[in-house]
């Protein structure tokens, strides 16, 4: 029976549930999160793609000293890649002496210490929002990163954060790593007549492979175990709410405060971890997945960048394939009323802003270990370049921007014209993208110890040579490809111009013709 507390949070959340419609965020994201043991070099790595109309332009936000009773900012909103102004001002909070350099973004992803975050927005229970909540998740994240040496640490802060100040966003998940450790970390408001959160905190074993498709993955919370992290109330409120029982088991995170049971999710899983672990022959339709599998052969970086590429090429699901690829194998789904059914949601999709795969290594200097494999645009048509954590900057091309001006000065538009435009002959054309993002990506790897094994030898005679020669690098590979980007984008243009492969004629495929009735046009009898 629900005590006092739950039929007044029940009643409260049927009127919020309107109010709150409007404002429910996006859930489009996958993030892959790999143990040390289950990778091929020893790296923790975390993917994400940031899926929707967010900014796109990387800010790099330097380490800074403060003084005693000195106050940090929180905000909300901002952050679509066409202006930053709209961020709010909501409080102040204490700030502490020092605070370390990150990566800011929409949703940053990492610092100089190696802590590296992919998210993915879950949702879970309207009953449980309230936007009197000061911190946003990206916000969250920004304390987060700026504060934290470690995975736990981070996932501590943000906890405590938003238990004290009150958490004012819908369910999210973060993979949060460091060079050791790989966890999920999941939070939720704790509701409308509470200003706090509730979250909790899984860590994936060191030789397993875990997936986050926009709905929650921590199932049962086993208490006074190191591999779990919690708030305060993530029993108590479960009860009082009538939403779990103690006598009839144990808390089943997942399926208390979020859960999910459509395709649009767990497709995803079954994708990621089938690729990871094809000898688990998982179904495709199963409502349930394990929370991390061992995969069948240690993960690579390259391993992570063909998933994060997916669109069930070569299963039943392959969107190249069927009318709805047209004629050139297009498997890019653009939005359709809900009411007329729904398309398979691929990892890769076109309104991706940028994705991220992330390595973080121990056994080098921070500045050096951690290396965050940045993409603009979707992933099937983007080139990931290599941007180390002590970097100082990053191009130009990367900081600037906006949706509704183009702009040749700008990285973003220079994959989003290519993978535009990619759409008109996809089967072709994809052919050309794939070419070059795997020569560059192919070299980029391939120079990586050679790179590091420099780092490292300025690093012993000085730190800060060694970051200036890595920002050096990063800047001068990553400016290359945008360049080559702009390059591929005027060859694609002319090679393909009119319908024609090379000003030849290569017309539409016989089964296509046939499935769309191409006959002979014939006068109707009289």
């Known amino acids: 029976m629900k005590s006092n507390l739950g039929k007044k949070l029940t009643l409260v959340a049927a009127i919020m549930a309107v109010l709150l419609a409007a404002v429910v965020p996006a859930i489009a994201c996958t993030s892959v999160v790999v143990g040390k043991l289950a990778s091929a070099d020893g790296s923790v ?91 946003e998740i990206w916000e969250l994240q920004r304390v987060g990163l700026e504060r934290a040496k470690t995975a736990k640490e981070a996932i501590q802060i943000m ?185 398979e949601r691929a990892i890769s999709i076109f309104r991706c802003s940028y994705s991220v795969i992330m390595q973080a290594r121990a056994w080098l200097p921070a500045a050096i270990g951690g290396v965050i494999w940045f993409g603009e645009d979707a992933p099937h048509s983007t080139c990931y370049v290599p941007i180390y954590a002590g970097a100082t900057s990053v191009p130009a091309s990367f900081t600037i921007g906006r949706r509704d001006v183009l702009d040749r000065n700008c990285a973003w538009w220079a994959f989003n014209l290519v993978s535009n435009f990619a759409d008109l002959k996809y089967s072709y054309m994809i052919k050309d993208i794939e ?26 005679l000085d730190p800060k040579l060694a970051v200036s020669f890595l920002t050096d690098y990063s800047n001068s590979n990553a400016q290359k490809v945008v360049d080559a980007w702009w390059k591929l984008f005027d060859k694609l243009a002319v090679k393909y111009q009119d319908g024609y492969v090379n000003l030849k004629t290569v017309g539409y495929p016989d089964d296509w013709l046939k499935a769309v009735g191409f006959s002979k046009i014939v006068r109707p009898a009289k």
Not at 177 to 188: H, L, M, Q, S
Not at 216 to 226: A, C, F, T, Y
Not at 435 to 460: G, H, N
């Open 45 to 135: 790595m975390t993917t994400h793609t940031c899926d929707g109309r967010y900014e796109f332009r990387i800010g790099v936000i330097p380490a800074k000293d403060w003084a005693a009773g000195a106050l940090r900012p929180v905000y909300k909103g901002g952050g679509t890649g066409e202006d930053i102004a709209d961020r709010t001002k909501v409080a102040d909070i204490p700030q502490v002496a020092h605070t370390f350099k990150y990566f800011d973004i929409a949703y940053p992803f990492g610092n100089e210490n190696q802590v590296m975050m992919g998210e993915t927005t879950i949702g879970g229970r309207r009953e449980l929002q309230n936007k009197n909540g000061i911190f």
């Open 159 to 343: 906890g405590e954060m938003a238990e004290k100040y009150g958490y004012g966003d819908g369910g999210e998940c973060l993979t949060v790593i460091d060079g050791n450790e790989a966890w999920f970390f999941e939070i939720y408001g704790a509701g409308p007549l509470e200003v706090g959160a509730i979250w909790a905190a899984q860590r994936v074993p060191d030789d397993e492979v875990g997936v986050s498709a926009n709905r929650s993955r921590i199932g049962v919370i086993k208490e006074n175990d190191p591999n779990f992290m919690y708030s305060s109330n993530v029993f108590s409120y479960a009860k009082d709410m009538g939403w779990w029982d103690p006598a009839k088991g144990p808390l089943n995170y997942a399926n208390v405060y979020g859960f999910k049971d459509s395709v649009y999710n767990t497709r995803r899983e079954w994708r990621a971890l089938s690729l990871i672990a094809p000898s688990l022959n998982l179904d495709p339709w199963a409502v349930e997945y394990p929370f991390s599998v061992k995969p069948d052969k240690k993960v690579t970086v390259e391993d992570l960048m063909r998933i994060k590429r997916d669109h069930y090429e070569g299963t039943a699901f392959d969107l190249t394939k069927g009318m709805a690829a047209g004629p050139f194998g297009n498997p890019n789904r653009y939005p359709t009323p809900a009411t007329l059914g729904e398309w």
């Open 435 to 460: 070419e070059t993002f795997t020569k560059f990506e192919k070299d980029a790897r391939a120079i990586q110890p050679t790179v590091e094994k420099t780092a490292s030898e300025l690093y012993k």
